[in-house]
């Protein structure tokens, strides 16, 4: 399975000893994009193109939840991995992937929580492949693994200053100009240059926020299908 998010949550069904009971819980998905069916987006999942590889570190329970948009880098990502972030037990491959000598891993958090010799404003000209870390869950939940991960005080953070406000809506952002991490993807490619991934990745949130918010009579869209050329 290419899609490291969902091949995370289904180890995380076969470990689990009892259902993950969310809001909309009856409602009939699809297993792949985990939208209503009649919202299916699985027809609009784009071809992998980044060639910066992305490690999205879940807090318990993120992997289940259908306004998760972790998981659409993961599709467009060609390296991706999913791990369920534990503070003083990590999974013994996300350690050896962050040391692995062919990556570069770098924390994606803002400069405002980081010591200032851990900042970094780009990615440093190296043969090794980018290997950015996406701090999965809600605000609270990413600044709480941001702190409390013991593995990760010694990695570079790179920082996103958005200049517009998220077009997310699912969930209720703790900052006016929090983004979601779809969102701090798109800003991730823009940065090392992947430009048309960047785009990609863009175009295909906005595809899943308008399915999404389809079943959603409290939330508008502020792009209609014929915008996203559906």
Request: net charge positive.
């Amino acid at each position: 399975m290419h899609n490291s998010v969902l091949a995370l949550r289904q180890r995380e069904l076969v470990k689990s000893t009892r259902p993950f009971l969310a809001r909309g819980g009856k409602v009939i998905r699809c297993d792949a994009c985990l939208l209503p069916e009649q919202n299916c987006i699985c027809a609009y999942v784009p071809e992998p193109m980044a060639e910066s590889a992305f490690v999205l570190l879940m807090y318990k329970g993120e992997c289940y939840k259908p306004t998760n948009t972790g998981r659409l880098i993961a599709d467009v990502a060609k390296i991706n991995f999913a791990f369920t972030w534990h503070r003083t037990e990590p999974d013994d491959r996300f350690l050896a992937l962050i040391n692995d000598p062919q990556y570069l891993p770098i924390i994606v958090f803002p400069h405002d929580y980081a010591e200032s010799q851990r900042c970094i404003h780009q990615v440093p000209s190296t043969s090794r492949t980018p290997l950015f870390i996406m701090l999965d869950g809600t605000w609270r939940e990413a600044r709480k693994m941001f702190r409390k991960s013991e593995y990760l005080q010694t990695l570079p953070v790179i920082g996103i200053k958005p200049q517009t406000q998220s077009d997310y809506k699912l969930r209720e952002a703790a900052h006016a100009y929090q983004l979601c991490t779809a969102e701090v993807g798109v800003e991730v490619l823009k940065v090392v240059g992947e430009q048309q991934a960047a785009a990609t990745l863009a175009h295909y949130f906005n595809v899943f926020r308008h399915h999404y918010v389809k079943g959603k009579p409290h939330l508008t869209d502020t792009h209609s299908a014929a915008d996203l050329g559906l």
